[in-house]
């Protein structure tokens, strides 16, 4: 193409626009004359009066304004009234008019009996609700000022006072929150203040109580028990083992048996200070039954996972001394608690010997240690075989009867001639439970006397050395 062309066409289209801009401009200017003029249909009147009490209604109004100002203003009413030509319609109406002729009708809203008069402002017209008392702006203004003086009635004022006097102000809650946070303390600081108050000396009998049976609670954490001892505590409370008042030598082991339990620090620095002479001396004469029950816990849980404690309790007799307090006592209870520790001591050592051909080095000197330990030959010896079968014929309850024959099965082996004696009872035994298991299993419960007949079954095979 040409540039001629090319020209002639940049022309065409630049004609083109111009006429189409021109045309619009003249169609706004028109649509806005439309407007200004009111020649349009009807429209929605927007309720200038912003009152809440008429119901937030739309009305509709026509734009269309005459010439004649003569036109009385139209007076709506509660019945539907005709709307002359040129009249204007105040907002807030009902209006319908007639499609066919045109003609237009209006009236008040239902429901509404308040008395109105209307205000024109030139093209703006209103109903105005006359009932409503009207304030004028400094009335306001007063009425504003005044009123956090003179909207509270005394009686107001003597609730509040009423209310300040139950609850406390910022200023005392922030106070004592202060207080609070300076009240806060670690346990290890409470161990700390208890151990000083307990190495103070001269403490009477209802001042150590308190700080005893807190010092239980706390020794319980491990690393508590360990601030314990590093401060010389157990030093301290062990100078009360011996203190005339019961309660108050029940309390001392009872508080040493926790700081005892699973903590190997407190282990080592318990048998370097004596604990272990003074629990066994405790089990074989003191006079307390409560003294040597506790005394028991403590001694269980020095020995407990411990094997050079062990070697040392029966160096110093301890199978003696329990053989003592086991013949002395009454109470079934306690002699199952002196079995009980001395089963479970026996199963420790059984685990850990099978662990000899373990490679860990810590292992294989545990190990080494518990060999030294010689425990069943040592119960054996010390009459505890014979001690058993005794038991076996005195014990009543199921819970006795399968910590009884756990006990007689892990020392079995070397126990035999000495349990032969009780092989009538062990039969009877086996074919109770054996009838117990039965039902046990027709009703679906828990294996717990089929747990016992199977420990009886290997027990009684252990002593006749056959398999039933």
């Known amino acids: 193409m040409s540039v001629i062309g090319k020209g002639v066409k940049i022309a065409h289209i630049l004609g083109v626009i111009i006429i189409s801009t021109v045309f ?28 809440d009490d008429d119901d937030g209604v739309v009305s509709v ?31 807030g109406l009902h209006v319908r008019m007639d499609m066919k002729t045109g003609e237009k009708q209006a009236k008040l809203m239902e429901g509404s009996t308040t008395t109105t008069e209307q205000w024109d402002a030139g093209e703006n017209i209103g109903i105005i609700n ?48 202060q207080e609070i946070n300076m009240s806060v303390k670690t346990e290890g600081e409470i161990v700390t203040e208890l151990t000083e108050k307990l190495k103070t000396g001269a403490l009477n009998t209802e001042e150590l109580k308190p700080i005893l049976t807190d010092l239980e609670y706390y020794l319980h954490q491990i690393d508590s028990a360990k601030i314990f ?44 200070s004596g604990l272990m002479q003074n629990l066994l001396k405790l089990l074989a004469v003191d006079p307390s039954l409560g003294v040597k029950k506790k005394a028991l816990f403590a001694l269980s849980t020095l020995v407990r996972q411990f094997p050079f404690a062990q070697k040392k309790f029966l160096d110093l007799g301890g199978l003696s001394a329990l053989s003592q307090m086991f013949t002395s006592t009454h109470e079934e209870n306690m002699k199952i ?35 030294e330990v010689k425990l069943r030959e040592s119960m054996s010896a010390s009459g505890w075989c014979t001690l ?43 074919t109770v439970y054996h009838q117990l298991a039965q039902d046990e ?11 016992i007949y199977s420990t009886l079954q290997i027990l009684v095979s252990q002593i006749y050395q056959t398999d039933l």
Not at 26 to 33: G, T
Not at 389 to 402: A, I, P
Request: hydrophobic share 35%.
């Open 388 to 430: 058993m079968t005794s038991l076996l014929h005195s014990m009543s309850g199921h819970d006795s009867v399968e910590k009884v024959i756990h006990a007689m099965t892990a020392l079995a082996d070397t126990c035999i001639e000495d349990f032969s004696p009780a092989k009538p009872k062990l039969q009877a035994l086996l």
């Open 24 to 51: 619009l401009y003249n169609l706004n200017v028109k649509s806005e004359a439309a407007q200004h003029h009111g020649q349009g249909a009807l429209t929605v009147v927007e309720d200038l009066n912003q009152n």
């Open 61 to 91: 109004e026509e734009n269309e304004i005459t010439e004649d100002d003569n036109v009385e203003p139209f007076e709506p009413t509660d019945v539907w009234k005709t709307v002359k030509k040129g009249q204007k319609i105040p907002p």
């Open 337 to 371: 608690k002196i079995i009980t520790l001395l089963t479970d001591m026996l199963l420790e050592h059984d685990y850990n010997k099978i662990q000899s051909t373990s490679t860990d080095h810590v292992q294989i000197e545990r190990s080494r240690q518990y060999n």
């Open 130 to 177: 006359t009932e409503k008392k009207r304030y004028s702006r400094d009335e306001l203004k007063a009425a504003l000022k005044d009123f956090k003086y003179k909207d509270e009635t005394p009686d107001e004022k003597a609730k509040d006072d009423e209310i300040k006097k139950k609850f406390r102000s910022y200023d005392e809650l922030k106070k004592a929150m």
């Open 441 to 451: 299993l027709k009703d679906g419960a828990d294996d717990y006397y089929s747990s």
């Open 229 to 272: 001892v590093d401060l010389g505590g157990l030093e301290s409370v062990l100078k009360l083992i011996n203190n005339t008042n019961d309660e108050i030598r029940e309390s001392v082991i009872y508080t040493v048996g926790a700081a005892l339990q699973s903590n190997a620090k407190v282990q080592v620095a318990a048998l370097d």
